[in-house]
């Protein structure tokens, strides 16, 4: 258990924060950059699926019939925060092929840093679903709080968000607002700066994956 309590998990696993670190760098472009987000992404899932119901199946291997086990129950669900939770999505899909992909459009008004919603399609029957919300930045917060009350109001119910880099504050308050949401970390930063950017951060992580600015 960490600071936050019960469901938030910061890895800080080595393979994680050497990409990160990668990341950070002002001199790593789009190119190295969207491959990284896309490696740590996989990185992150395989520690955040590390839970997913399995059942008992039979299987004629070629030696004799065996009892094994798979993944149970409906597909998943992978949902990015557009657009920088984009980047994440290859990543994701590369563990489990078969997921469905659901999208929330947001983004942060620049002068209140509040989202503004403008995009929701999510794969039916969502409710049955296990949902992977993906954004490489969890600020002030707001973009995944808003994220996940949309998901849970069109039925979602078992949901995991993954992020790259937190800031504490962000952590703190998707946590208060959606307790029952498990929280992925990547690296855990500083603080927010006066324009509500993770310090030490990456900058913006959406204009770093698409080129873009
Ligand atoms: C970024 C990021 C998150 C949000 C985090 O998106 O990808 O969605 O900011 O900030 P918050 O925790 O304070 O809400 P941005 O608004 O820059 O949109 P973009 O991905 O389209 O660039
Ligand atoms: N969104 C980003 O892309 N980066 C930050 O540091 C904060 C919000």
Redesign the pocket.
Known sequence: MNEFGENVFVLEHPLITHKISILRDKSTGTNEFRQLVEEIAMLMGFVALSDLPMKTVEVETPIERAETRVIAGRKLAIVP?????LGMVSGLTALVPSAKIGHIG???NEET?Q?VEYFCKLPNPIEERTIVVC??????????VDAISQIKSHGGKKIKFVCIIAAPE?VRRLHAAHPDVQIYVGNLDRCLNEN?YICPGLG????RIFGTK
């Open positions: 925060i557009l657009r920088a939770g947001m983004y942060r840093h989202p954004d490489p930045m969890l600020a002030t917060g707001g973009s995944g962000g509500a913006d992580a959406g204009d």
